[in-house]
């Protein structure tokens, strides 16, 4: 019985929560709608009714909206890159449910984006993310956990089609480890912590920690830290395979903002498929792999882009992708 107080109390804590923050990013009356919407989707689209919900939202409150733990912008030229911030500074950025749906909600709203070719996520120069909510967590008991999917919507970033780039000052432990692994390119401060301290909590990681860290940096070096909860440096990140480049704190996003123009230039239909066939690399066995690759190849033939960017070649000019 006080398990089933304590979430019911977590439940409606969440629910005001959500109501302040409704309140303040719209009027009252796009509120109750927006209300009304989620209720429907919950009912109507069951798990993925998030999907469904948000664009229903930024349709009755405005595109983007106002949000409480990230900030949300366009960086680069002609706004081409999504600039997202984690925003609990006070928390270390700890993950929280809110958090999580509000990063949902802007990664729903960049990729519907067509000026957008690519996102960069970061935090502070203090804290990526410091790991999930322990608050919102302690009380949890499996029944909840199983039959409410726990941690199920954070997958949502490793599902964006567009390239993303994730640019890590301070800590990136637990979930914050977890989110940045989940993003496509790993850029690092000088001063970057990675870790997966699950294991000191009485737990282990669950959103992907022991997978995509293991396909990172192998399997000792992954066994250790989880067995551990041991961090590593941003240079022993890079050596292991986990980060691609580290640079001063002050002129990390900056780095990472060029490396989104740089991507953003390409075509945005082709650079999904190269997404798609290297994400495959880690799910196919090497035969299926190349067949995977060799028929999205074969796809390109179908685009405008491909076209284009040949033609280009061959004329010793840019070429001016169009995305189709």
């Known amino acids: 019985m006080k398990d089933g107080r304590v979430i019911k109390q977590q439940q409606q804590q969440r629910q005001r929560r959500q109501t302040r923050n409704f309140i303040r990013s719209s009027s009252f009356a796009s509120c109750i709608m927006a209300f009304v919407l989620r209720g429907v989707c919950k009912q109507l689209v069951g798990p993925q009714w998030r999907k469904t919900f948000y664009p229903l939202v930024r349709s009755c409150s405005g595109a983007g909206g106002q949000f409480q733990y990230i900030i949300m912008d366009k960086k680069g030229d002609g706004g081409c890159v999504g600039l997202i911030k984690l925003n609990r500074p006070k928390a270390l950025n700890a993950l929280c449910e809110n958090l999580i749906e509000e990063l949902c ?59 993303v780039i994730a640019a890590v000052n301070g800590y990136a432990l637990g979930g914050g480890c977890e989110i940045a692994m989940m993003c ?4 690092a401060g000088q001063k970057a912590q990675f870790g997966q301290p699950e294991i000191s909590l009485g737990t282990i990681p669950g959103a992907g920690g022991t997978q995509r860290l293991t396909r990172a940096v192998g ?11 041991e961090r ?63 028929r999205l190849f074969h796809t390109t033939f179908a685009t405008e882009d491909r076209k284009e960017g040949m033609t280009a070649f061959g004329e010793r000019r840019k070429p001016n992708f169009t995305n189709k």
Do not use: H
Not at 219 to 229: I, N, P
Not at 235 to 248: I, P
Not at 251 to 267: D, F, P
């Open 105 to 163: 909600q802007a990664l729903d709203t960049l990729e519907g984006d067509d000026d957008v070719g690519a996102v960069v996520i970061t935090g502070s120069e203090r804290a990526f993310a410091a790991g999930a909510d322990i608050k919102e967590m302690q009380d949890l008991n499996f029944q909840k956990c199983y039959s409410g999917s726990f941690l199920s919507s954070w997958n949502r970033l490793a599902e964006v089609k567009k390239p």
């Open 184 to 187: 496509d390119i790993i850029y």
């Open 219 to 229: 399997k000792s070096r992954a066994m250790e830290m989880v067995l551990t909860g």
């Open 232 to 294: 590593i440096t941003a240079d022993e990140a890079k050596q292991a395979g986990l980060v691609s480049k580290v640079f001063a704190p002050e002129v990390l996003v900056e780095e990472a903002i060029k490396l989104g123009e740089k991507i953003s230039r390409n075509s945005q239909l082709i650079s999904a498929m190269a997404k798609e066939a290297v994400d495959a690399a880690f799910e196919l066995s090497l035969t299926e792999g190349i067949r995977l690759e060799k």
